[in-house]
């Protein structure tokens, strides 16, 4: 079958098959590998893309659910002008060991931003829950979304120095 | 705070420089072994028995090679002709690649589907019909070692049992005495379940076979990269794969916590099928088969018992452990050490007597165990050891906090030399509890805890203080399949003054891009930005033996820094030569050597390493490169002190970790920040055997929680939010005094927590419950004291 | 993982979606939010033929207030149920339950329609509908039909919904003033299918119980009313002594069957405390 999807601002027509997952024509017949398989059960989200602007676990949703409409992937967030915010508060805040969850993290947050730009830590934490990442303990990537969430509302950025007990 | 001594802009150790390879990640740009796309390359599925014991009566690969694009099925049989059916595990036991008759546990490989497509291959895996006859399993490890238990391993002639071996170490005799007379002995019994380190990239490879020229490259989701090559050597040099003609890649690696150091039948066979086609073939492991085959990490039995008097001095402990290891014993440890390094568990208190053993037994489970994110078995002991500490404190009615106090190992004994023969590096136990206990408020907390349980409140407070042992190790003890276990570093350093540094070890998150760059920029003053640093590749890395058991900083990193120091002893060389002065007449700041008395006559680094190209002394070598392989003269000792609160819902047993403050002594730090967040990281994967991670099967031997769905790893809304700090007494035998991070938080979180539970519950006479702690089974342990 | 070769369609109208289904009988599923159907494909549990995407189905998206009800369409996200004030104002048992389904991704994704007409008593609505009395709208050949949610889930997976018709819509009744409700569901980690979970909707008289329905959540094979515990707190005070009796009676009725969350008489014993704590605070918000 022939779609018709637009991603990271450029329009493609890409011939599927009906079962084709979202991922894997992301990953395979577009060949934009920053968007991650971990699981299959659409438990991890290491594959959460935006679908019309939505966060969703790509490896759940079917090529051919994407007719006609937009997709976002991490390789989309970077402008002209530089990083996205969220991209520059997970490397300011160490919010990253292995970077295999990251996409999807960065992804799932710059919808949670979108829908409430001054997130509680609880609300962030509960924002993220369908995204593991077997590594950094969370807290860091926390840290890095309220930095993120911080330079979009043009507040003054928090310190991104490790605080020790 | 870190004193640093350098400045910002050379970032040596101390500073919390941001990680240079966040650069790649944060934009999709990380390369890991599925983003791998090689032309002509084939795909592989893998057929898996859904019987934990059966013979295989036959397999039908008919209807599988009609399916479009299937191309191959190969079967053990297959792989028979040319002696490739059974390998080698690292613990010299032999394992399936693929069985010609018989499986041995739920999951395990039957068949490979290889087709053109991702898609096609999986086709191919579902039309592919296998017969079986299926047996009753022994998944009981208990029933496994009863004589009358049927023998799985058929195939070792003579084997009449199943047990795997018998290990001990210390002094029996002396510990059955000191028992026999002590005034309190405590006991417990405890199982550690098996779990599975589920890095959240499963494994997978391509294996790149190049028939022409008879060349192979592997790349592959591996911690060892060396290691795996002179296996694959091992495995495959009968068939001319002889190790020059193999070159394993370790692309980035997302998360790998042990369960990437063993080799998987799936690479062999990829290996296999590449070799006989000419073709490459890529295997990447789904999800459940990543969590139902590979590696299991724990599953000790363990019964821990401690003795001491009634003032609560300890004064020895024995230990006696049952190791299921499912159908072959594929532990990942170091030749010599069949529990690994279990036997540091007489645990951070200061007493002389101490008994261990364990025996090993097969089951008809996956084959294992590895690490999961721990430093060779090290989290069993010390979840045995500071549970028994918390149950003998109790006996003798001391708070826990205070026991340890009186028995720690105090500073000015160290290097001490413990009841099972390892001489511990340094340590200040008393200065990290106390540090922890007044972050935490230890002494409100508990005033708070008095008043709760006054109106019937569940909180408790659970300690764990916690000596580790890592950095694998010295090689008069330490070998992997007989390579001994030091590790390397290779610093070349161009004319302009920038360089690269490569290593024997491969990161998989830890952040040594940054970390080794700031070591040599330690050492040479050259910024670290200008120090590439690079890994992974057999065929540009010097020799090692790989990242895993919280060894790299330990050893590649001690390798970095001696390389650096050579460099830094011919940069002095030629700096007296550019000079004109005797090398004793200079002195070295970080960056550059100047003249004792005359500062301002002083060159720098940059300008050394340009003469070293340039203009280098006649009869010194030219260039400026070092290599270095470091074999540690002993391990080091992390150390931490851990404080947990939890409050407990009485009715439901649902648990909530209030607070955790975690005070690690890794040595000196390298880079805070990192260093922070791998205790992040560890605090989670030691929370998750606590309350929520355990691979479960039922009698028949079937996986019972083999997805994501049921295998329960934690989100950000079961992490807690950590606290964290450090004290630091340096390894005196490292070059640069570090001792490794990593792991130490997974090892010593799940005791804090446990024993906060424990504690939490201890008013009803509850005083143990096997990990992982679940509602269920605190709802359960207080309905059972009829407390609800 | 990867399913089995279907055939996809993906209607413009209602009518042709009916039309397929007649055409391809049981060899076809509909397909909405898709997250409990592709996984069930993926792991070739499921092996449809061919696959009707209801999405481009106009006019199945919207949550109105309409003659004394709230018409919820069967394509409305769970994201979108979680985040309307209309249903949360009426009914803050929405923000309760629906923040703890899945993760937010699916949510975005999974419908409340689909969440129903899967028939799963582990699914969370389904008890919560229980709870508002709702009525469920299915649209078939012959037109549409509405059908009691007391009347909708008839067994294990199985629905009043025939194999030609489409859930299209549910329907809530408005509450009356000193109504209150809730959801929770105790779960072994976030997101995760209930040990027990239980909704309550209620409304009060001065201090008696007026009115008040009771839902349980992956208790029992099928979605369950907690009958008798209803009847017994009608027009009763809400002490302690009939809050514990009416969690009695939910935990005896209901069906839980020991698994990986825990053993059957601990699900009893959670239906029974979740009750209790949610019947207080659906009384407390009816305050």
Redesign the interface.
């Known amino acids: 079958m022939k779609i018709n999807v637009t991603v990271n601002g450029t329009a493609h027509e890409v011939e599927v098959e009906a079962r084709t997952l979202l991922v894997h024509m992301i990953r395979e017949i577009l060949n934009l590998t920053g968007t991650h398989i971990g699981c299959d059960t659409s438990s991890c989200g290491a594959c959460t893309i935006l679908l019309n602007g939505k966060s969703v676990k790509s490896c759940t949703v079917l090529a051919v659910q994407a007719n006609g409409k937009s997709i976002t992937t991490i390789e989309g967030l970077a402008t002209a002008e530089g990083l996205h915010p969220l991209q520059e508060g997970f490397k300011e805040n160490h919010g990253l060991h292995c970077g295999f969850c990251t996409p999807g993290m960065i992804l799932r947050a710059s919808e949670l931003l979108a829908n409430n730009p001054n997130p509680t830590e609880e609300q962030i934490r509960w924002g993220i829950s369908g995204n593991l990442c077997r590594c950094t303990g969370y807290n860091n990537i926390v840290k890095s979304i309220q930095y993120a969430a911080a330079k979009m509302r043009g507040d003054a950025l928090p310190s991104t120095e490790p605080v020790f007990v | 705070m870190i004193q640093c001594k350098t400045s910002k802009a050379i970032g040596g150790m101390g500073h919390s420089l941001k990680r240079k390879e966040d650069v790649r990640f944060i934009q999709g740009a990380g390369h890991y072994v599925d983003d791998i796309k090689l032309d002509g390359m084939l795909y592989m599925d893998i057929v898996r028995s859904p019987y934990a014991y059966a013979k295989i009566k036959n397999i039908d690969i008919s209807e599988a090679m009609k399916v479009p694009g299937v191309a191959a099925v190969v079967t053990g049989k297959d792989l028979e002709k040319y002696n490739l059916h059974w390998m080698p595990t690292l613990m010299s036991d032999t394992q399936m690649v693929l069985p010609t008759d018989t499986v041995m546990y739920q999951a395990q490989e039957v068949a490979a589907v290889i087709a053109t497509s991702r898609y096609a291959a999986r086709d191919g895996r579902e039309a592919v019909k296998v017969e079986y006859e299926p047996m009753k399993p022994i998944m009981d490890p208990y029933k496994s070692m009863d004589p009358s238990s049927p023998v799985l391993r058929t195939d070792k002639p003579g084997k009449s049992d199943n047990h795997i071996w018998h290990w001990e170490v210390g002094d029996k005799a002396k510990t059955d005495e000191v028992f026999k007379k002590a005034e309190v002995v405590v006991e417990q019994h405890m199982h550690i379940p098996r779990i599975h380190v589920a890095s959240i990239e499963t494994c997978g490879c391509v294996a790149d076979y190049d028939k022409i020229n008879n060349h192979l490259t592997m790349y592959m989701t591996t911690q060892a990269p060396h290691a795996i090559r002179t296996v694959i050597a091992l495995v495959a040099g009968h068939v001319g794969l002889t190790e020059e003609k193999i070159r394993v890649v370790s692309p980035d690696i997302g998360g790998g916590f042990g369960g990437k150091v063993p080799v998987y039948p799936g690479y062999v066979i990829a290996i296999a099928v590449s070799f006989l086609t000419g073709k490459p073939v890529k295997w990447i492991e789904d999800r459940s088969e990543n969590l139902q085959a590979d590696s299991f990490a724990r599953d000790y039995h363990i019964t821990v018992e401690m003795a001491g008097t009634k003032a609560g001095k300890i004064q020895a402990t024995r230990f006696k452990v049952l190791a299921d290891h499912g159908y072959t014993d594929a532990s990942a440890n170091p030749s010599k050490f069949h529990t690994g390094l279990f036997s540091i568990g007489t645990g951070s208190y200061d007493y002389d007597t101490a008994f261990m053993e364990a025996d090993a037994v097969y089951t008809n489970k996956p084959p294992g165990g590895v690490a999961y994110r721990c430093s060779f078995r090290v989290t069993e002991a010390v979840q045995a050891i500071e549970r028994i500490t918390d149950l003998f404190a109790l006996k003798v009615g001391k708070d826990p906090a205070q026991l340890r106090m009186e028995n720690f190992i105090k500073k000015e004994d160290f290097p001490w030399k413990s009841p099972t023969g390892w001489t511990y590096d340094s340590g200040d136990y008393h200065a990290g509890l106390k540090k922890a206990m007044e972050a935490i408020g230890y002494d409100s907390l508990r005033k708070e805890q008095a008043e709760k349980r006054a109106k019937g409140e569940l909180m408790g407070i659970g300690i764990s203080t916690f000596t580790e042992i890592v950095g694998a190790g010295p090689s008069k003890d330490f070998d992997i399949l007989g390579i001994k276990m030091f590790d390397s570093a290779e610093i070349r350093v161009h004319p302009t003054g920038k360089a690269i540094a490569r290593f024997g070890t491969k990161s998989q998150g830890q952040g040594h891009e940054t970390t080794y760059a700031q070591i040599i920029a330690e050492e040479l003053g050259i910024p670290a930005e200008n120090i590439h640093v690079e890994e992974g590749d057999t065929d540009t890395a010097p020799y090692g033996l790989g990242t895993y058991a919280s060894r790299s900083t330990p050893t590649a990193g001690a390798a970095a820094a001696v390389a650096a120091r050579k460099l830094r002893d011919k940069a002095r060389k030629i700096a007296a030569y550019l000079l004109e002065v005797s090398e004793e007449d200079l002195e070295w700041e970080p960056g550059k050597f100047s003249v004792k008395g005359a500062p301002e006559k002083a060159k720098t680094i940059q300008e050394i390493v340009f003469a070293a190209y340039t203009n280098h002394p006649q009869g010194m070598e030219a260039g400026f490169e070092a290599t270095h392989y470091y074999d540690p003269p002993n391990l080091t000792f992390p150390s931490g002190a851990y404080i947990c609160v939890v409050d407990i819902d009485k009715e439901t047993g649902q648990i909530k970790v209030r607070r955790f403050v975690a005070i690690d002594d890794c040595g000196h730090i390298i880079n805070p920040m990192i260093v922070q967040g791998q205790v992040h990281g560890g605090l989670t994967q030691g929370i998750a055997p606590a309350m929520y991670e355990e691979l479960i099967y039922d009698e028949d031997g079937n996986i019972l929680n083999g997805t994501f769905m049921d295998y329960l790893v934690p989100t950000a809304v079961e992490s807690p939010h950590w606290e964290t700090g450090h004290v630091v007494t340096p390894s005196p035998h490292h070059p640069i005094g570090a001792k490794g991070v990593g792991e130490s938080p997974t090892v010593g979180a799940p005791p804090a927590i446990a024993n906060a539970i424990m504690d939490a519950l201890s008013p009803y006479g509850i005083h143990h419950i096997d990990i992982p702690i679940t509602p269920f089974k605190v709802w359960k342990a207080l309905k059972e004291k009829g407390v609800i | 993982?990867?399913?089995?070769?279907?055939?996809?369609e993906?209607p413009a109208t209602l009518q042709d979606a009916i039309g397929l289904l007649q055409k391809y009988g049981d060899e076809a599923k509909i397909?909405a939010g898709?997250?409990s159907l592709?996984?069930m494909?993926?792991?070739?549990f499921a092996t449809p033929g061919y696959?009707i995407?209801i999405?481009n189905i106009p006019g199945l998206s919207s949550i109105q207030e309409e003659n004394g009800f709230i018409r919820i369409g069967a394509l409305v996200r769970e994201?979108e149920v979680e985040?309307s004030a209309l249903l949360t104002g009426h009914y803050p048992i929405f923000a309760d339950s629906t923040?703890l389904i899945?993760?937010?991704?699916?949510r975005?994704?999974g419908t409340i329609g689909g969440n129903l007409a899967h028939g799963d008593a582990a699914n969370d609505h389904p008890a919560v509908m229980l709870a508002l009395r709702a009525r469920v709208v299915a649209t078939g050949p012959k037109g549409s039909r509405t059908i009691a949610i007391d009347d909708f889930f008839q067994g294990f997976y199985t629905t009043a919904l025939e194999p030609e018709e489409i859930l299209t819509e549910i329907q809530i009744p408005i509450p009356p003033g000193h109504t209150g409700s809730a959801y929770y569901k105790?779960e072994?980690?976030?997101?995760?299918y209930a040990?027990a979970g239980v909704a309550v909707v209620l409304t009060l008289d001065g201090n008696l119980v007026k009115s008040i329905g009771i839902g349980l959540t992956n208790v029992n094979p099928v979605p369950m009313r907690a009958s008798r515990s209803e009847e017994f707190l009608l027009g009763k005070p809400l002490t302690d002594e009939n809050l514990a009796q009416a969690g009695k009676l939910a935990a005896e009725d209901c069906s839980p069957s020991t698994d990986?969350?825990?053993?059957e008489?601990?699900k009893r014993?959670?239906v029974a405390?979740?009750l209790r704590r949610m019947v207080k605070l659906a009384a407390e918000r009816a305050k």
């Open positions: 993982m990867i399913a089995q070769p279907f055939q996809y993906a397909l898709g997250h592709i996984p494909m993926k792991l070739r696959l995407d999405n994201a985040h923040r899945a993760d937010p991704q699916v975005n994704m105790l072994r980690k976030v997101g995760d040990i990986l969350r825990g053993s008489e601990y014993d959670m405390v979740v």
